[in-house]
């Protein structure tokens, strides 16, 4: 299958390149961009045989079958429609849109159409994240009572751009971790959460967008969800701890883009280190995608993850905004 990459950015030059390559028969044909300059630059670079400004130029070749979307968040939707109207399968990134709304648009065109749609959330294709959910699963810890998520980073200084200054384009540690931990949090405990509590904070790193974030999540099962997401942080390292009735999970260092980290599980009977596999999760991510694309099985996270864990992040903004806990409205999924 061939691709058109649209958005000259970062995570697709680092990681999602090799990922469709490394799929067997699968290749890149188009990269698109807004800018003439560097749309040339990327494509030399990254050797791409076409490269343009115009998105539908890459969207009329009948050769293309998939589109993967990486540009600043408030151009995904209007990229996402018009691809999926040309009946181009997608795999947009996280957040889905700038707004619910547009999630819900977004994903319901791509049922009516029939294409196949994925939320590139890859913490779900972690070996580590994986290994957690069965053990979550298969009654490990007996029943889940808590979740804590640490994921504090520091944001490196080439990404310190729109992310930190700019909330037209979608900035602002909320729609760009929360999101994450939102995924996680679904995916872990196979739930969605109720409502929510929440604090935020610009402490300066950049302008007119929150930097750091903490909030408490109530879910149906009546287990606990707190969570610390922060762009400032540089030796916080990130993790996750699961508690249960008979026992805990310690998942040290995998809120990552690296198959990273290790796991414990604490029990009466002592702590266990838990093997877990270490495939890349963008090539993994791009697999479960190109599979689903085929008619086999589903993408990693689909649609309707990408609009929950959409509305899970404006939940929090709201409620950091507010000082009042919200409850959450999913748009209809
Ligand atoms: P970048 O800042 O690297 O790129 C975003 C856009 O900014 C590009 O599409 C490009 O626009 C423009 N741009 C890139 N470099 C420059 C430059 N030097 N000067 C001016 N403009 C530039 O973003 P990221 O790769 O960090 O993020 C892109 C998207 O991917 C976001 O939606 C983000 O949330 C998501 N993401 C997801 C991750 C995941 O693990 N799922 C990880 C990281 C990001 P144009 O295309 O018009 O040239």
């Keep these: 299958m061939h ?7 970062t995570i697709a030059a680092q990681h999602m390149l090799n990922a469709v390559r490394r799929q067997p028969g699968h290749s890149v044909t188009w990269i698109v961009s807004n800018s003439p300059d560097r749309v040339q630059t990327w494509a030399a670079e990254h050797d791409i045989p076409n490269a343009t400004t115009d998105l539908q130029q890459a969207l009329t070749d009948a050769s293309v079958g998939a589109v993967y979307i990486s540009s600043t968040n408030e151009k995904h939707h209007a990229q996402a429609m018009a691809a999926i109207a040309a009946g181009k399968h997608v795999l947009c990134e996280k957040p889905l849109g700038m707004t619910q709304d547009e999630a819900v648009e977004m994903v319901r065109a791509a049922q009516d159409t029939g294409v196949t749609f994925g939320t590139n959330h890859h913490l779900r294709c972690s070996g580590s994240h994986r290994a957690v959910r069965e053990l979550i699963a298969s ?10 998520i640490h994921h504090a980073v520091h944001l490196p200084d080439n990404l310190q751009g729109w992310r930190i200054n700019s909330a037209d384009a979608g900035g602002g540690v909320i729609p760009d971790i929360v999101v994450h931990d939102a995924d996680v949090t679904r995916f872990l405990l196979q739930e969605d959460p109720a409502s929510v509590v929440a604090q935020m904070t610009s402490s300066g790193m950049g302008q007119g967008v929150e930097d750091s974030c903490m909030s408490v999540w109530t879910m149906p099962s009546g287990a606990m969800v707190m ?3 922060s762009f400032t942080h540089p030796f916080a390292g990130s993790g996750l701890e699961v ?3 008979e026992g805990s999970i310690f998942a040290k260092g995998v809120m990552t883009q690296r198959p990273v980290g290790e796991i414990a599980l604490v029990t009466e009977a002592g702590s266990e280190d838990v093997p877990f596999s270490d495939q890349d999760l963008y090539v993994q991510g791009v697999s479960d995608f190109v599979a689903a694309a085929s008619g086999q099985g589903r993408p990693a996270a689909d649609g309707p993850d990408g609009v929950k864990s959409l509305s899970v992040a404006l939940s929090v ?9 919200v409850n959450i409205n999913y748009g209809g999924f």
């Design 3 to 9: 691709w058109a990459f649209v958005g000259a950015s």
């Design 139 to 148: 009654g490990r810890i007996g029943k889940v009572l808590s979740l804590r």
């Design 227 to 229: 969570t610390h997401e």
């Design 243 to 245: 508690h249960g009735t």
């Design 317 to 325: 903004r709201e409620a950091a905004a507010t000082g009042q806990r």
